[in-house]
């Protein structure tokens, strides 16, 4: 029986092409993500941690095999595909008796480890020259999904070395972008639902496939440094350029203005299109932020505020262009609304619009 972490990742693969590799990798991204916000507002401990990975790992190799053995011989893989994908279609119950045991046990218990290992050693035996055959062809077909494996790998022990350096903090963090789901009455959620949530998340995003275009080049931000003295040049924690956006000291609030042009504003007039801005903490601390979208006097996306912890992260929102949205705007960014220093790395922002 496939686990919960394995049943969530296919139900969000029947929100795209699961056939694509890069859709997969997507989603094994976003539940990975998923895991490390998880871990940091539950203050997990590193075996925990561990856990959480190796039975992440576990599900991905067992899906990826599924893919490769179905490339390999599609017609002997068809049914097996199909089983998987209705048992992963059935809602998972949590058990609300043990909220915390949960979150921290991913993993599949005993008895169905004991009979997914024995499934394994019964399927080994001795090579016939079908399958010498088949492996053959397994090896050249499977080379895309077992890249994207090894990237996800590296991409976890990324992760583990960030979170190893870097303080862990356990507050939680209440703002309009959080609307996760709750599996308890504290509010505490479990992994498969953490990464069913983001990756489902993710899924809905990547399959419309918006076409991206970068708000600022790179020149421009070097500009908004030599402008502004709310603008300065920065180092990320990975030695990535970034600019340092900090709160200005004015009655008028702690905003920092960044222009939107003539030229994007009339290319997106009247459309409502996905931002995407590109963000970090500079020292591992929380920094929380609001963001707002101006046009004249007006918001055109509301007053929306995130959380972030990490060197480097990417947030999502919806914008309205106004028609008459020609001779430019400017995003405002409030770095000075949380608890920490009213100071952010800021990376980068890009637009599209949905095909």
């Known amino acids: 029986m496939p686990s919960a972490i394995e049943q969530s990742l296919r139900r969000a693969f029947t929100k795209g092409n699961a056939q694509d590799p890069d859709f997969r990798l997507q989603i094994y991204e976003a539940a990975e993500r998923a895991l490390l916000r998880l871990e940091a507002d539950q203050d997990t401990s590193e075996d925990v941690k561990d856990e959480h990975r ?17 490339e ?22 949590s058990d ?50 077992v890249g994207a494996i090894i990237l996800l790998l590296f991409l976890f022990l990324i992760g583990a070395a ?31 639902e953490a990464i ?5 998340t ?52 702690g905003e920092v203005e960044l222009p939107i042009s003539g030229e994007i504003a009339r290319r997106f007039a009247g459309k409502t299109v996905e931002g995407e801005i590109v963000v970090g903490s500079p020292d591992g601390k929380p920094r929380s932020f609001t963001l707002r979208c101006l046009f004249g006097a007006d918001t055109v996306c509301g007053r929306q505020r995130f959380t972030t912890r990490l060197p480097e992260e990417n947030f999502l929102f919806r914008l309205a262009f106004p028609p008459e ?23 980068g922002l890009r637009l599209g619009q949905s095909s």
């Open 162 to 192: 960030v979170w190893i350096v870097m303080p862990l903090f356990s507050s939680p963090v209440a703002d309009g972008a959080s609307g996760a789901k709750q599996s308890d009455a504290e509010g505490r959620m479990s992994v498969a």
């Open 202 to 253: 993710t899924a809905s995003i990547t399959s419309s496939q918006p076409h991206w275009i970068n708000v600022y080049s790179p020149d421009a931000l070097a500009q908004f440094a030599t402008s502004d003295d709310a603008i300065a040049a920065a180092k990320s924690p990975n030695g990535e350029d970034a600019l340092m956006l900090t709160s200005p000291e004015t009655s008028g609030g």
């Open 96 to 145: 609300q008796s043990d909220p915390a045991s949960n979150a921290a046990s991913p993993s599949l218990d005993p008895d169905e480890a004991a009979a997914h290992e024995q499934a394994i050693r019964t399927a080994e035996g001795e090579p016939t020259p079908q399958d010498a055959a088949r492996s053959e062809r397994l090896s050249k077909l499977s080379r895309k999904a």
């Open 72 to 93: 390999a011989d599609p017609e002997a893989a068809d049914g097996a595909i199909d089983e998987d994908h209705l048992r992963a279609a059935e809602p998972i119950v």
């Open 325 to 347: 949205a020609v001779a430019g705007g400017q995003i405002a960014v409030d770095p000075s609304v949380g608890d920490g220093e009213p100071n952010l790395l800021f990376y």
């Open 54 to 70: 190796r039975a992440l790992i576990a599900a991905i190799e067992h899906i990826e095999a599924e893919f490769a053995k179905a």
């Open 196 to 200: 069913r949530e983001n990756a489902g």
